[in-house]
């Protein structure tokens, strides 16, 4: 199965959402499903196999450091072109 994940933040910040996310990603793997993981642009391409498609992100003012991503149409085109996936 492939399934989705849109995170507001990823990798390389580290925080309980992001950490939870990671883990999800892991279990999933280890189950045989596929991930594909959409979040803030960042240097980061790909985790534990799972690709990470960058969004438009701006600074979040509340956290320094942090963006936010939000998903624009071209962005669920592309989801839809990789087939179906359950999305979380």
Not at 21 to 36: F, H, P, W, Y
Not at 44 to 71: D, H, T, V, W
Request: hydrophobic share 50%.
């Amino acid at each position: 199965m492939r399934i989705a994940i849109f995170a507001e933040f990823f990798l390389p910040k580290i925080d309980g959402v992001v950490t939870r996310s990671l883990n999800t990603v892991r279990c999933l793997k280890k189950m045989g499903d596929e991930a594909l993981i959409f979040a803030a642009n960042s240097e980061i391409s790909e985790y534990y196999g799972a690709p990470i498609f960058g969004l438009f992100s701006i600074p979040f003012q509340l956290y320094p450091g942090y963006k936010m991503a939000f998903p624009l149409a071209k962005v669920l085109l592309k989801i839809m072109k990789l087939i179906c996936c359950l999305i979380i």
